[in-house]
């Protein structure tokens, strides 16, 4: 490969990594294409974007990014990169494909490292850790459950206030007639 190929091959992947705000990398070797074809499917569906990366290349692309030293030791052997904008999204894609097919421990995809929310986890190890980082949507979902809650409870009890006085008034009306 020329030097002007794998300058624009770096700019691209640079140019991808600025884009999104998190990034997986994974082992996809041994897949056959049907498979292949299946996971980018899958990706394509969450909006997690593939690439397949020579590692060289991946690694001069990462180093403006201030990672950790262990973080450049996942890099061996086949590599596919993983972009997203939610963090947990392509940890639990890989957790589903790998809960389906539990009988083979060799299942791929398989997790290196990832970089999520700034901090970098490196090991399949993490795999568990990562699907359970809660995505900016969920935690403004359960902040705004939070916050709904108070207010239905006083609401709640408002109405069936409301309803035990005109029960008891009612009551009260009857008695004297």
């Not at 970098?120 to 979902?141: P, R």
């Amino acid at each position: 490969m020329k030097k002007e190929d794998k300058t624009a091959i770096i700019g691209q992947l640079k140019e991808h990594l600025s884009e999104y705000a998190h990034f997986y990398v994974v082992n996809i070797e041994g897949l056959n294409a049907q498979e292949t074809s299946d996971l980018r499917r899958q990706c394509f569906k969450q909006e997690i974007k593939l690439l397949v990366v020579k590692n060289t290349l991946l690694k001069k692309a990462l180093e403006e990014k201030e990672l950790e030293e262990n973080f450049f030791d996942a890099l061996k052997g086949n590599t596919a990169l993983m972009l997203c904008n939610t963090g947990n999204v392509p940890a639990k894609l890989i957790k589903s494909i790998r809960d389906k097919n539990k009988k083979n421990p060799d299942v791929k995809p398989a997790l290196k490292a990832a970089c999520v929310e700034g901090v970098t986890y490196v090991g399949a190890q993490q795999l568990d850790f990562l699907c359970s980082i809660k995505s900016k949507n969920e935690l403004i979902a359960d902040l705004v459950a939070l916050l709904q809650s108070p207010a239905k409870n006083v609401v709640s009890a408002l109405q069936s206030g409301g309803n035990t006085i005109h029960g008891v008034l009612k009551t009260l009306g009857e008695r004297e007639a």
